[in-house]
């Protein structure tokens, strides 16, 4: 994308969200549009920030660890601390992602077999009726 500015139609479309979707993140101050009257526009920050915010959403993060990841951006540090912190929270996050793998694995399997075990008993029902004639 480019430096120009977009429109909230442009930003919905690019970014496959809708308008109370930009709108929300804005309320919560975590975009900032220029205003043009009614008019919102959106530039290359924005952007960046929306993309941000989906991917951070996309994984699980809150709005407020991704506002803290954001924030970071702004620190006069070549942004060694929003890196630092954002790695952080991505290893506490995969880790925690890895424990609902292993549990969602865990009911699945669970689920195969009682499932199994319950179609077992229906082949056996149906085995117990007489044949129709």
């Known amino acids: ?4 500015l977009m429109t909230i139609r442009q ?5 496959d969200v809708t308008a109370r979707t930009l709108r929300f993140y804005e309320s919560k101050e975590l975009i900032s549009p220029l205003r043009e009257g009614q008019r919102r526009l959106y530039g290359r920050r924005d952007r960046a920030r929306l993309k941000l915010i989906l991917r951070g959403k996309r994984f699980g993060f809150s709005l407020e660890e991704i506002r803290q990841m954001l924030d970071l951006y702004d620190l006069d540090d070549g942004q060694e601390t929003q890196f630092r912190r954002t790695c952080e929270l991505a290893r506490e996050r995969l880790a925690a992602m890895e424990r609902q793998r292993v549990e969602l694995d865990d009911a699945i ?3 195969r077999r009682q ?15 007489p044949a129709a004639e």
């Open 115 to 129: 499932l199994a075990w319950g179609e077992a008993k229906l082949e056996h029902f149906e085995k117990r009726k």
């Open 1 to 4: 994308m480019t430096d120009e």
């Open 11 to 15: 930003m919905c479309d690019a970014f």
């Open 109 to 111: 399997s669970e689920l």
